[in-house]
Protein backbone atom coordinates (compact mmCIF):
# COMPACT_ATOMS: atom_id res chain seq x y z
CA UNK A 1 0.00 0.00 0.00
CA UNK A 2 1.67 3.38 -1.21
CA UNK A 3 1.63 4.86 2.18
CA UNK A 4 2.94 8.37 2.56
CA UNK A 5 6.23 8.79 4.57
CA UNK A 6 4.55 10.84 7.33
CA UNK A 7 1.82 8.52 7.89
CA UNK A 8 4.03 5.61 7.86
CA UNK A 9 6.19 7.64 10.30
CA UNK A 10 3.43 7.94 12.97
CA UNK A 11 2.45 4.45 12.62
CA UNK A 12 5.26 2.78 13.81
CA UNK A 13 6.04 5.38 16.05
CA UNK A 14 2.71 3.95 18.01
CA UNK A 15 3.34 0.29 16.55
CA UNK A 16 0.15 0.87 14.71
CA UNK A 17 -1.78 0.00 11.46
CA UNK A 18 -3.59 2.12 9.24
CA UNK A 19 -6.80 0.87 9.11
CA UNK A 20 -10.33 1.27 7.64
CA UNK A 21 -11.74 3.50 4.64
CA UNK A 22 -8.49 4.22 3.84
CA UNK A 23 -7.22 0.90 3.01
CA UNK A 24 -10.69 -0.17 1.38
CA UNK A 25 -9.78 3.20 -1.03
CA UNK A 26 -6.43 2.51 -1.99
CA UNK A 27 -7.86 -0.98 -2.99
CA UNK A 28 -10.60 0.81 -5.02
CA UNK A 29 -8.13 2.69 -6.77
CA UNK A 30 -9.52 5.98 -4.99
CA UNK A 31 -7.60 8.92 -3.86
CA UNK A 32 -6.89 8.51 -0.16
CA UNK A 33 -7.04 11.94 1.82
CA UNK A 34 -8.30 10.39 5.20
CA UNK A 35 -5.91 8.44 7.17
CA UNK A 36 -7.08 6.20 10.78
CA UNK A 37 -4.18 4.44 12.61
CA UNK A 38 -4.91 1.80 15.05
CA UNK A 39 -2.69 0.89 18.14
CA UNK A 40 -2.71 -1.28 21.14
CA UNK A 41 -0.77 1.65 23.13
CA UNK A 42 -3.25 3.27 25.48
CA UNK A 43 -4.05 6.84 24.63
CA UNK A 44 -1.43 8.69 27.65
CA UNK A 45 1.20 6.22 26.37
CA UNK A 46 0.22 7.65 22.51
CA UNK A 47 0.22 10.88 23.98
CA UNK A 48 3.62 10.46 25.36
CA UNK A 49 5.35 9.27 22.11
CA UNK A 50 4.06 12.16 20.13
CA UNK A 51 5.04 14.63 22.74
CA UNK A 52 8.66 13.27 22.47
CA UNK A 53 8.48 13.28 18.83
CA UNK A 54 7.22 16.77 18.28
CA UNK A 55 3.64 15.99 17.02
CA UNK A 56 0.61 18.21 18.28
CA UNK A 57 -1.27 15.94 20.28
CA UNK A 58 -5.17 16.95 19.59
CA UNK A 59 -7.18 14.78 22.41
CA UNK A 60 -10.46 14.17 20.06
CA UNK A 61 -11.87 11.42 21.90
CA UNK A 62 -9.56 10.49 24.26
CA UNK A 63 -12.32 8.85 26.33
CA UNK A 64 -13.31 6.72 23.60
CA UNK A 65 -9.53 5.62 22.79
CA UNK A 66 -8.89 8.58 19.64
CA UNK A 67 -5.73 11.09 19.60
CA UNK A 68 -5.23 13.06 16.78
CA UNK A 69 -2.71 15.05 15.77
CA UNK A 70 -1.56 16.55 12.27
CA UNK A 71 1.08 14.94 9.96
CA UNK A 72 3.10 16.77 7.17
CA UNK A 73 1.48 16.68 3.79
CA UNK A 74 -1.81 15.75 5.04
CA UNK A 75 -4.73 18.06 5.45
CA UNK A 76 -6.84 16.50 7.58
CA UNK A 77 -6.34 15.49 11.46
CA UNK A 78 -4.61 11.88 11.66
CA UNK A 79 -7.19 9.48 14.33
CA UNK A 80 -4.77 7.06 16.41
CA UNK A 81 -7.44 5.10 17.89
CA UNK A 82 -6.65 2.44 20.93
CA UNK A 83 -7.53 -1.29 19.57
CA UNK A 84 -10.90 -1.09 21.46
CA UNK A 85 -14.70 -3.02 20.89
CA UNK A 86 -17.80 -0.67 21.81
CA UNK A 87 -21.66 -0.70 22.08
CA UNK A 88 -23.96 1.90 21.22
CA UNK A 89 -27.39 1.96 24.31
CA UNK A 90 -29.41 4.78 22.26
CA UNK A 91 -26.83 8.00 22.88
CA UNK A 92 -24.58 9.90 20.58
CA UNK A 93 -21.76 8.04 22.70
CA UNK A 94 -20.57 4.24 22.93
CA UNK A 95 -19.36 2.05 26.06
CA UNK A 96 -15.72 1.29 24.91
CA UNK A 97 -13.70 -1.69 26.33
CA UNK A 98 -10.06 -1.46 25.49
CA UNK A 99 -7.71 -4.59 24.41
CA UNK A 100 -4.63 -5.42 22.93
CA UNK A 101 -5.21 -7.81 19.52
CA UNK A 102 -5.21 -6.03 16.21
CA UNK A 103 -7.35 -8.76 14.78
CA UNK A 104 -9.69 -8.57 17.52
CA UNK A 105 -9.85 -4.91 16.72
CA UNK A 106 -10.55 -5.46 12.86
CA UNK A 107 -13.15 -8.15 13.90
CA UNK A 108 -15.58 -5.18 15.63
CA UNK A 109 -15.24 -3.11 12.70
CA UNK A 110 -18.74 -2.77 10.66
CA UNK A 111 -17.81 -4.23 7.67
CA UNK A 112 -15.57 -6.80 5.57
CA UNK A 113 -14.58 -3.99 3.21
CA UNK A 114 -13.66 -1.51 6.52
CA UNK A 115 -12.16 -3.86 8.16
CA UNK A 116 -8.62 -4.49 6.47
CA UNK A 117 -5.17 -3.49 7.89
CA UNK A 118 -2.17 -2.11 6.21
CA UNK A 119 1.08 -3.63 8.43
CA UNK A 120 3.86 -0.95 8.08
CA UNK A 121 6.39 -2.80 9.44
CA UNK A 122 5.98 -5.94 7.18
CA UNK A 123 4.36 -3.87 4.41
CA UNK A 124 1.58 -5.32 3.67
CA UNK A 125 -2.46 -5.61 3.97
CA UNK A 126 -4.20 -7.91 6.62
CA UNK A 127 -7.54 -8.77 5.99
CA UNK A 128 -8.94 -11.51 8.04
CA UNK A 129 -12.96 -11.35 6.83
CA UNK A 130 -12.34 -11.82 3.17
CA UNK A 131 -12.63 -7.53 2.48
CA UNK A 132 -10.59 -7.58 -0.82
CA UNK A 133 -12.65 -10.53 -1.92
CA UNK A 134 -16.13 -8.62 -1.39
CA UNK A 135 -14.47 -5.77 -2.87
CA UNK A 136 -13.54 -7.37 -5.67
CA UNK A 137 -17.23 -8.60 -5.95
CA UNK A 138 -18.50 -5.21 -5.07
CA UNK A 139 -20.56 -6.39 -1.84
CA UNK A 140 -21.91 -5.09 1.06
CA UNK A 141 -21.02 -7.98 4.22
CA UNK A 142 -21.07 -7.40 7.52
CA UNK A 143 -17.76 -8.49 9.62
CA UNK A 144 -18.79 -12.14 11.12
CA UNK A 145 -22.90 -13.07 12.25
CA UNK A 146 -24.71 -9.70 11.06
CA UNK A 147 -26.86 -9.81 13.71
CA UNK A 148 -24.01 -9.10 16.38
CA UNK A 149 -22.53 -6.26 14.32
CA UNK A 150 -25.94 -4.75 14.10
CA UNK A 151 -26.54 -4.75 17.94
CA UNK A 152 -23.38 -3.32 18.34
CA UNK A 153 -24.58 -0.42 16.89
CA UNK A 154 -27.91 -0.68 14.88
CA UNK A 155 -26.65 2.64 12.71
CA UNK A 156 -24.81 0.14 10.97
CA UNK A 157 -28.29 -0.53 9.33
CA UNK A 158 -28.26 2.55 7.28
CA UNK A 159 -24.73 3.01 7.18
CA UNK A 160 -24.51 -0.47 4.79
CA UNK A 161 -27.12 1.16 2.83
CA UNK A 162 -24.96 4.35 2.39
CA UNK A 163 -21.74 2.73 1.73
CA UNK A 164 -23.37 0.32 -0.94
CA UNK A 165 -24.88 3.16 -2.82
CA UNK A 166 -22.24 5.45 -3.11
CA UNK A 167 -19.67 2.49 -3.60
CA UNK A 168 -22.19 0.64 -6.42
CA UNK A 169 -21.86 -2.04 -4.40
CA UNK A 170 -24.82 -4.63 -3.73
CA UNK A 171 -26.15 -5.83 -0.20
CA UNK A 172 -25.11 -9.60 0.14
CA UNK A 173 -28.60 -11.71 1.12
CA UNK A 174 -27.52 -12.91 4.96
CA UNK A 175 -26.52 -8.93 5.72
CA UNK A 176 -29.78 -7.56 4.09
CA UNK A 177 -32.25 -10.06 5.63
CA UNK A 178 -30.52 -8.85 9.16
CA UNK A 179 -31.34 -5.31 7.93
CA UNK A 180 -34.74 -6.28 7.05
CA UNK A 181 -35.10 -8.22 10.29
CA UNK A 182 -33.33 -5.55 12.56
CA UNK A 183 -34.72 -2.39 11.10
CA UNK A 184 -36.87 -1.66 14.82
CA UNK A 185 -33.43 -1.33 16.38
CA UNK A 186 -32.97 2.31 15.13
CA UNK A 187 -35.48 3.50 17.36
CA UNK A 188 -32.46 3.17 19.48
CA UNK A 189 -30.42 5.28 17.73
CA UNK A 190 -30.12 9.18 18.23
CA UNK A 191 -31.62 11.65 16.10
CA UNK A 192 -28.36 13.10 15.63
CA UNK A 193 -26.42 10.37 14.28
CA UNK A 194 -29.78 9.48 11.95
CA UNK A 195 -29.65 13.19 10.98
CA UNK A 196 -25.70 13.15 9.75
CA UNK A 197 -25.74 9.56 7.53
CA UNK A 198 -29.01 10.99 6.07
CA UNK A 199 -26.48 13.80 4.95
CA UNK A 200 -23.94 12.07 4.13
CA UNK A 201 -26.02 10.38 1.35
CA UNK A 202 -26.77 13.65 -0.42
CA UNK A 203 -24.90 13.02 -3.43
CA UNK A 204 -26.48 9.36 -4.20
CA UNK A 205 -29.98 10.31 -2.12
CA UNK A 206 -32.05 9.31 -5.16
CA UNK A 207 -30.28 5.69 -4.72
CA UNK A 208 -30.03 6.35 -1.12
CA UNK A 209 -34.07 6.84 -1.09
CA UNK A 210 -34.33 3.57 -3.36
CA UNK A 211 -32.91 1.29 -1.33
CA UNK A 212 -34.54 2.27 2.17
CA UNK A 213 -37.36 2.10 0.22
CA UNK A 214 -37.11 -1.45 -1.00
CA UNK A 215 -35.32 -2.57 2.79
CA UNK A 216 -38.22 -0.76 4.57
CA UNK A 217 -35.87 1.90 6.12
CA UNK A 218 -37.47 5.50 5.64
CA UNK A 219 -39.68 5.22 8.25
CA UNK A 220 -36.60 4.89 10.62
CA UNK A 221 -34.27 7.42 8.73
CA UNK A 222 -37.09 9.94 8.78
CA UNK A 223 -39.85 9.45 10.98
CA UNK A 224 -42.24 9.41 8.54
CA UNK A 225 -43.48 6.14 6.99
CA UNK A 226 -44.21 7.04 3.22
CA UNK A 227 -46.54 4.15 2.95
CA UNK A 228 -49.40 5.76 1.99
CA UNK A 229 -47.42 7.59 -1.16
CA UNK A 230 -47.74 4.11 -2.91
CA UNK A 231 -50.93 3.54 -2.81
CA UNK A 232 -52.12 7.51 -3.98
CA UNK A 233 -51.60 7.83 -7.93
CA UNK A 234 -51.68 10.92 -9.92
CA UNK A 235 -54.36 10.80 -12.95
CA UNK A 236 -52.71 11.24 -16.20
CA UNK A 237 -52.60 14.59 -16.66
CA UNK A 238 -49.57 17.08 -17.17
CA UNK A 239 -46.37 15.91 -16.09
CA UNK A 240 -47.26 12.96 -13.95
CA UNK A 241 -48.64 10.85 -16.35
CA UNK A 242 -50.14 8.09 -13.84
CA UNK A 243 -47.45 7.83 -11.25
CA UNK A 244 -48.23 7.05 -8.15
CA UNK A 245 -47.41 10.04 -5.55
CA UNK A 246 -43.70 7.82 -4.39
CA UNK A 247 -42.97 7.19 -8.03
CA UNK A 248 -42.73 11.11 -8.32
CA UNK A 249 -41.06 11.60 -5.59
CA UNK A 250 -38.14 9.32 -6.90
CA UNK A 251 -38.41 11.03 -10.45
CA UNK A 252 -38.05 14.11 -9.42
CA UNK A 253 -34.80 12.99 -7.51
CA UNK A 254 -33.74 11.66 -10.43
CA UNK A 255 -33.74 15.10 -12.09
CA UNK A 256 -31.97 16.62 -9.01
CA UNK A 257 -29.42 13.84 -9.58
CA UNK A 258 -28.78 14.01 -13.10
CA UNK A 259 -28.12 18.08 -12.61
CA UNK A 260 -25.77 17.01 -9.80
CA UNK A 261 -28.06 19.87 -7.47
CA UNK A 262 -26.50 18.06 -4.06
CA UNK A 263 -28.00 20.41 -1.76
CA UNK A 264 -29.21 19.21 1.38
CA UNK A 265 -32.20 21.43 1.96
CA UNK A 266 -33.15 20.85 -1.95
CA UNK A 267 -32.99 16.86 -1.62
CA UNK A 268 -35.08 16.69 1.54
CA UNK A 269 -37.76 19.52 0.12
CA UNK A 270 -37.98 17.04 -2.94
CA UNK A 271 -38.62 14.07 -1.17
CA UNK A 272 -41.00 15.39 0.94
CA UNK A 273 -42.88 18.12 -1.27
CA UNK A 274 -45.88 16.13 -2.27
CA UNK A 275 -46.41 13.79 0.56
CA UNK A 276 -49.35 16.05 1.59
CA UNK A 277 -51.20 14.30 -1.33
CA UNK A 278 -52.02 11.46 0.68
CA UNK A 279 -54.03 13.71 2.94
CA UNK A 280 -55.72 16.13 0.32
CA UNK A 281 -56.37 14.18 -2.57
CA UNK A 282 -60.24 14.61 -3.70
CA UNK A 283 -62.12 13.75 -7.51
CA UNK A 284 -64.25 15.75 -9.81
CA UNK A 285 -65.83 13.90 -13.02
CA UNK A 286 -62.41 11.62 -13.38
CA UNK A 287 -59.97 14.81 -12.71
CA UNK A 288 -57.73 14.48 -9.47
CA UNK A 289 -56.87 17.15 -7.18
CA UNK A 290 -54.68 17.78 -4.67
CA UNK A 291 -56.54 21.40 -3.40
CA UNK A 292 -53.26 22.62 -1.13
CA UNK A 293 -51.17 19.83 -0.64
CA UNK A 294 -48.06 21.73 0.08
CA UNK A 295 -49.05 23.43 3.39
CA UNK A 296 -50.00 19.41 4.62
CA UNK A 297 -46.54 18.27 3.05
CA UNK A 298 -45.06 21.43 5.36
CA UNK A 299 -46.65 20.24 8.34
CA UNK A 300 -45.90 16.71 7.67
CA UNK A 301 -42.20 17.43 6.98
CA UNK A 302 -41.96 19.96 10.21
CA UNK A 303 -43.54 16.99 13.00
CA UNK A 304 -41.71 13.98 11.70
CA UNK A 305 -38.07 14.88 10.10
CA UNK A 306 -37.83 18.34 10.86
CA UNK A 307 -38.42 18.01 14.37
CA UNK A 308 -35.35 15.42 14.45
CA UNK A 309 -32.35 16.74 17.01
CA UNK A 310 -29.68 18.37 15.65
CA UNK A 311 -31.50 19.73 12.73
CA UNK A 312 -30.36 23.24 11.85
CA UNK A 313 -33.04 25.60 11.89
CA UNK A 314 -31.91 27.56 8.97
CA UNK A 315 -32.35 24.43 6.91
CA UNK A 316 -35.21 23.84 8.72
CA UNK A 317 -36.93 27.11 7.60
CA UNK A 318 -35.47 26.63 3.92
CA UNK A 319 -36.76 22.84 3.22
CA UNK A 320 -40.20 24.68 4.58
CA UNK A 321 -40.03 27.26 2.42
CA UNK A 322 -38.82 25.03 -0.62
CA UNK A 323 -42.19 23.22 0.10
CA UNK A 324 -44.56 25.51 0.91
CA UNK A 325 -44.09 27.78 -2.66
CA UNK A 326 -43.45 24.47 -4.81
CA UNK A 327 -46.70 25.15 -6.46
CA UNK A 328 -45.67 29.06 -6.66
CA UNK A 329 -43.24 29.30 -9.87
CA UNK A 330 -45.62 27.98 -12.68
CA UNK A 331 -48.26 30.40 -11.23
CA UNK A 332 -45.63 33.02 -11.89
CA UNK A 333 -46.10 33.60 -15.43
CA UNK A 334 -48.10 36.55 -14.59
CA UNK A 335 -45.59 39.74 -14.71
CA UNK A 336 -48.15 41.42 -11.94
CA UNK A 337 -48.27 37.79 -9.92
CA UNK A 338 -44.24 37.08 -10.31
CA UNK A 339 -43.58 41.45 -9.61
CA UNK A 340 -45.27 41.15 -5.98
CA UNK A 341 -44.31 38.05 -4.79
CA UNK A 342 -40.72 38.46 -5.46
CA UNK A 343 -40.94 41.60 -3.87
CA UNK A 344 -42.86 39.70 -0.92
CA UNK A 345 -39.87 37.42 -0.34
CA UNK A 346 -36.95 40.13 -0.69
CA UNK A 347 -38.83 42.41 2.41
CA UNK A 348 -39.10 39.57 4.32
CA UNK A 349 -35.09 38.83 4.24
CA UNK A 350 -35.53 35.64 2.24
CA UNK A 351 -31.86 34.84 0.80
CA UNK A 352 -31.45 34.76 -2.65
CA UNK A 353 -29.99 31.18 -2.23
CA UNK A 354 -33.59 29.65 -1.50
CA UNK A 355 -35.11 31.25 -4.75
CA UNK A 356 -32.71 29.37 -6.72
CA UNK A 357 -33.05 26.35 -5.11
CA UNK A 358 -36.87 26.69 -5.50
CA UNK A 359 -36.51 26.78 -9.48
CA UNK A 360 -34.00 23.82 -9.28
CA UNK A 361 -37.15 22.19 -7.42
CA UNK A 362 -39.74 23.49 -9.79
CA UNK A 363 -37.91 21.95 -12.63
CA UNK A 364 -37.20 18.68 -10.79
CA UNK A 365 -40.84 18.13 -9.92
CA UNK A 366 -41.79 19.77 -13.52
CA UNK A 367 -39.59 20.09 -15.69
CA UNK A 368 -39.88 23.46 -15.80
CA UNK A 369 -36.91 25.71 -16.56
CA UNK A 370 -37.31 29.24 -15.16
CA UNK A 371 -33.59 29.87 -15.67
CA UNK A 372 -34.01 33.23 -17.54
CA UNK A 373 -36.66 34.85 -15.20
CA UNK A 374 -34.48 33.92 -12.23
CA UNK A 375 -31.61 36.08 -13.85
CA UNK A 376 -33.83 38.89 -13.77
CA UNK A 377 -35.17 38.42 -10.22
CA UNK A 378 -31.60 38.56 -9.27
CA UNK A 379 -30.69 41.56 -10.58
CA UNK A 380 -33.79 43.28 -9.12
CA UNK A 381 -32.67 41.23 -5.44
CA UNK A 382 -29.17 43.58 -6.07
CA UNK A 383 -31.34 46.26 -6.38
CA UNK A 384 -30.25 48.75 -3.55
CA UNK A 385 -32.72 50.00 -1.04
CA UNK A 386 -33.44 53.53 -0.95
CA UNK A 387 -31.43 55.67 1.94
CA UNK A 388 -29.97 58.68 3.29
CA UNK A 389 -31.21 61.57 5.53
CA UNK A 390 -34.38 62.21 3.13
CA UNK A 391 -35.39 58.99 3.16
CA UNK A 392 -34.98 58.23 6.97
CA UNK A 393 -36.86 61.21 7.65
CA UNK A 394 -40.31 59.25 6.90
CA UNK A 395 -42.36 56.82 8.45
CA UNK A 396 -41.13 53.12 8.93
CA UNK A 397 -44.49 51.92 6.89
CA UNK A 398 -44.21 54.81 4.22
CA UNK A 399 -40.57 53.58 4.28
CA UNK A 400 -41.05 50.42 3.02
CA UNK A 401 -43.94 51.42 0.31
CA UNK A 402 -40.57 52.93 -0.84
CA UNK A 403 -38.00 50.47 -1.14
CA UNK A 404 -40.86 48.17 -2.41
CA UNK A 405 -41.71 50.84 -5.41
CA UNK A 406 -37.98 51.14 -6.46
CA UNK A 407 -37.76 47.45 -6.89
CA UNK A 408 -40.55 47.33 -8.74
CA UNK A 409 -39.83 49.69 -10.97
CA UNK A 410 -36.47 47.44 -11.45
CA UNK A 411 -38.49 44.68 -12.14
CA UNK A 412 -40.76 46.63 -14.75
CA UNK A 413 -37.54 47.63 -16.31
CA UNK A 414 -36.60 44.44 -17.46
CA UNK A 415 -40.40 43.69 -18.14
CA UNK A 416 -40.03 40.55 -16.05
Known sequence: MNVPMGIK???????????????????????????DISTPMTPDEVKEVLKQNN????????????????????????????????????????????HTSNQGDLMRRDFTINAMAYDPRNNKILDYNGGLNDIINKTIRFVGIPSERILEDPLRIIRACRIAVTLGFTIEPDSLSAIRNMAYKLKTISQERLLMEVKKSVPYFRNFIQILNESNLLKHAFGYSFEQTHLIRHDNRVSHYGETVFEHLLDALTRAQQK???SFPLQVALLFHDVGKTITMSEDNGIRHFINHEIESVNIFESTFGKFAGFDQNSKKQISFLIRNHMRFP??????????????????????????????????????????????????????????????????????????????????????
Open 9 to 35: KVALLVNGYVVGGAVRDFLLNKPVFDY
Open 55 to 98: YDVIPTGEKYGTISTFVDGIFLPVEITTFRSEKYNGTRFPEVAF
Open 331 to 416: ELQKKRTIIRTVIDWKLQNIPFEWIENLTKLTFADRGMDYSNILKKIEIVWNTPRPNGKDFLKYESNKRTDMIRQAWIEKAHELSI
Open 260 to 262: QWF
